[in-house]
């Protein structure tokens, strides 16, 4: 018997304006945020404080192939306030490409 696994997928993306008028386009993955379904989300996204919420979750609990989605710009932005543990913030700015001490 085969096995299918079935990876996360992004829902399509939301458009946020940020205040300095900055575009971040963000990807839609359910989950990340509990409760809003993901024709919600979407609507919610556009909002700079739900935007910034959603990512700095992310960071904290989504795997590297969902990261991936999001624009690298916005999550070392993100990442400088989040609540990510040491260790994990060490490996995602590998993976971001920055310099780790």
Same mark, same amino acid.
């Given at each position: @018997? ?10 399509? =993306? *939301? @458009? =946020?304006?940020?205040? %300095? ?5 963000? $990807?839609?993955?359910?989950?990340? !945020? +509990? ?7 979407? *609507? /919610?996204?556009? %909002? ?7 990512? +700095? /979750? *992310? /960071?904290?609990?989504?795997? #590297? $192939?969902? !990261?991936?989605?999001? $624009?690298?710009? #916005? /999550?070392?932005? =993100?990442?400088?306030?989040? %609540? ?6 060490? *490996?995602?700015?590998?993976? !971001?490409? %920055?310099?780790? +001490?």
């Amino acid at each position: @018997m085969k096995r299918v696994y079935k990876y996360a997928a992004s829902e399509g =993306c *939301a @458009m =946020c304006r940020l205040a %300095d008028g900055r575009d971040v386009v963000l $990807p839609v993955f359910p989950g990340i !945020l +509990k409760h809003p379904k993901t024709t919600e989300l979407e *609507a /919610l996204l556009q %909002d700079e404080r739900v935007a910034r919420k959603y990512t +700095k /979750l *992310a /960071l904290q609990r989504a795997a #590297w $192939p969902i !990261l991936s989605h999001f $624009p690298a710009a #916005w /999550l070392r932005e =993100c990442l400088e306030s989040a %609540d990510v543990r040491p260790g994990r913030e060490q *490996a995602l700015r590998f993976l !971001l490409g %920055d310099q780790v +001490k």
